[in-house]
């Protein structure tokens, strides 16, 4: 039997803080405040700290990085000791088969593993293994220089939740970063970002990052890929976060094979979630924008032709303008599913939408739609019956048929988007039409 006064000798011995607490929980209450009061060394601070004592945790994730691994949490572990912080470095394992593992327990770290793939995915288990109030990211591949976490922990104790590293107020070496990334890739995503989101920072894809155990519990991360650095940078601008930026030095990294990241595979999916957390730019201003042009020149001509310099516009003109219209009116409702989508998905909060959503219900929806086809339907029996009353000739009430097929296929629209919009919302918990 170990008893709690061996362990502080066995502690002083290189035995992990972890070990000794599985060993302290398995012999009984006694032993483990006996570690929780030892003198052991953990690698921070020359003792052996509890999770509530802990501070600041440095998450990497890391798939096959036995090359730079170690000098990583070195780094890291050193500048906690020279800040003075109380702290623990988090590697989050992915599969790696190279003994990266191992060399980063050597090293003083605590290894989680992270089952499904995906550097996202590494991320999110390190993140929720994590203990400290304050949490940095950061990558194993030698790349980011973790000696520099010192302004992100400033940053995080002058108030702010989010601080994003960038590489581009800082210092990019030689051979660091390809030209597509520095004056492409980067700035037009940023450029994106910045304007849907209102985050004005300079270097969204920095994997550098720091964030409070607060926000995290807000934030209820999804992805597993790459584009997790931007899923984490748009909700943190969502919940009105108070986001700083750090300038970081970014070194070449010390691989010695091709990196995980798929340049255009990975910034397409960047891209993408980008365009499907801002609905409102992708499909609802576009959708507005057909519809308010389309009924602009509908109203416009409805007296009657109108003559533009020599070209006159009428009946062929207003056609247009209602496939305009409806054109648009997809879009729009387009634009309702992906909102209703990143709700249920906890992609993004849309408070507004919900609040809408459990004003107007289904049978809103249906009532309107079915109100349209009637409609539609009763002005072009009319009309086709005061064509057949005719012989079939000339049709008089072309402006007639116009409106009142359009309103019929607007009354579709509205029944089925009504009926897609309600299966979204039965995936919440609580059914937002309700």
């Not at 194993?140 to 590489?167: L, T």
Request: glycine fraction near 12%; include cysteine.
């Amino acid at each position: 039997m170990v008893h709690g006064t061996e362990l502080h000798s066995y502690a002083g011995d290189g035995i992990t803080y972890s070990e000794l607490v599985t060993c302290a929980d398995f012999f009984g209450g006694l032993a483990k405040a006996a570690v929780e009061k030892s003198g052991g060394c953990d690698g921070v601070g020359g003792r052996i700290m509890t999770s509530n004592d802990i501070e600041v945790s440095v998450v990497i994730p890391c798939l096959n990085e036995a090359r730079s691994i170690g000098a990583c949490i070195e780094k890291a572990l050193a500048a906690l000791r020279e800040i003075g912080v109380n702290g623990e470095v988090v590697v989050a394992d992915n599969g790696s088969t190279d003994g990266s593992i191992e060399i980063a327990q050597t090293h003083g770290a605590r290894v989680v593993h992270a089952l499904v793939k995906g550097y996202g995915s590494a991320l999110r288990k390190g993140i929720a293994e994590a203990r400290g109030e304050f949490i940095i990211l950061g990558d194993a591949d030698g790349s980011h220089d973790f000696g520099e976490i010192g302004p992100f922990i400033s940053k995080w104790r002058g108030g702010h939740d989010f601080v994003m590293g960038s590489r581009l107020l800082g210092n990019i070496k030689d051979g660091a970063m390809s030209w597509h990334h520095r004056y492409l890739g980067t700035p037009v995503l940023t450029w994106m970002l910045n304007l849907f989101f209102g985050a004005t920072v300079s270097d969204i894809n920095c994997g550098m990052r720091g964030l409070s155990k607060n926000l995290v519990k807000q934030l209820d991360f999804r992805t597993t890929g790459m584009e997790f650095a931007s899923e984490s940078l748009i909700k943190a601008a969502k919940a009105c976060a108070r986001i700083a930026e750090v300038p970081i030095t970014m070194w070449p990294d010390k691989r010695d094979r091709p990196p995980h990241l798929r340049p255009f595979r990975d910034g397409w999916r960047h891209l993408r979630f980008i365009m499907l957390s801002a609905p409102n730019w992708l499909f609802l201003m576009p959708g507005g924008v057909l519809i308010t042009l389309g009924f602009g020149i509908v109203l416009w001509l409805l007296p009657g032709p109108v003559f533009a310099g020599k070209v006159g516009l009428d009946i062929n003109t207003i056609s247009l303008a209602m496939m305009v219209i409806l054109l648009g009116v997809h879009i729009f409702s387009i634009g309702l599913f992906v909102k209703v989508f990143c709700y249920t998905e906890s992609l993004s909060s849309q408070r507004g939408l919900v609040r809408w959503l459990k004003r107007l219900k289904l049978e809103h929806g249906l009532l309107l739609g079915a109100g349209l086809v009637a409609a539609g339907f009763i002005g072009d029996s009319v009309a086709l019956s005061s064509w057949a009353a005719h012989g079939f000739g000339h049709l008089d009430a072309v402006r007639t048929v116009f409106f009142s097929s359009m309103a019929f296929f607007l009354g579709v629209e509205v029944v089925f988007s009504s009926v897609f919009l309600s299966m979204l919302g039965i995936s919440r918990d609580t059914y937002i039409g309700e």
